[in-house]
Antibody
């Protein structure tokens, strides 16, 4: 069974940093592209970042480019989102999501339970 | 960016009804369109990909149609568990994928 478990969320002040982790199990992690998608309270879904299965290609939404960084550890099956220079508008539940195929298709067949990030002073 | 517009924003229906949700893209996206279902406090679930392909394990009461700029998600014989929010998502530009604003399906 595919499982994605996010951790690392919490309360941080504006301008601060936070790193989210997504521990994967139940599938060949190194064969699949992965993404981060967020949802602000009471709002819709917003794609944040995506990464190819090898980690060789990474993509970012304009709203986070230059502030957020995505990486992965295929040996330990962990997907990361490093968030710097956080803003109040980054407050959201952050989901990690597994692509439906190995290539980066931005089509997500499995999602984690989400990690809440609150940016507030 | 490609803008996705869903209609209606909310919809009231009853168990057993057939409902259709529409999604329109700001430019042609071929069949690069997914549909997700989300219930409160839960992660989204992929229902339909490539406009009309049913994701494994999803009830055949869900179906998708469309190509180009106009797409629909139809749910037949509504069940209590179908009341949720539905999102369309374009994958024509995978590196700048975007979602519709969501359609809330209520009893």
């Amino acid at each position: 069974e595919v499982q994605l478990l996010e951790s690392g969320g919490g309360l941080v002040q504006p301008g601060g940093s936070l790193r989210l982790s997504c521990a994967a199990s139940g599938f060949s992690f190194s064969m699949y592209a992965m993404s981060w998608v967020r949802q602000a309270p009471g709002k819709g879904l917003e794609w944040v970042s995506g990464m190819s299965n090898s980690g060789g290609s990474t993509y970012y939404a304009a709203s986070v480019k230059g502030r957020f960084s995505t990486s992965r550890d295929n040996s330990n099956k962990i997907f990361y989102l490093q968030m710097n220079s956080l803003r109040v508008e980054d407050t959201a539940v952050y989901y990690c999501a597994k692509d439906i195929e190995g290539s980066y298709l931005a089509t997500w067949s499995h999602w984690g339970q989400g990690a809440l990030v609150t940016v507030s002073s | 960016d490609i803008q996705m517009t869903q209609s209606p924003s909310s919809l009231s229906a009853s168990v057993g009804d057939r409902v259709t949700i529409t999604c329109r893209a700001s430019q042609r996206i071929n069949n690069n369109l997914n549909w997700y279902q989300q219930k409160p406090g839960k992660a989204p679930i992929l229902l339909i990909y490539d406009a009309s392909s049913l994701q494994s394990g999803v009830s055949p009461r869900f179906s998708g149609r469309g190509s180009g700029t106009d797409f629909t998600l139809t749910i037949t014989s509504l069940q209590p568990e179908d009341f949720a929010t539905y999102y369309c998502q374009q994958t024509h530009s995978t590196i700048f994928t975007t979602f519709g604003q969501g359609t809330r399906l209520e009893i």
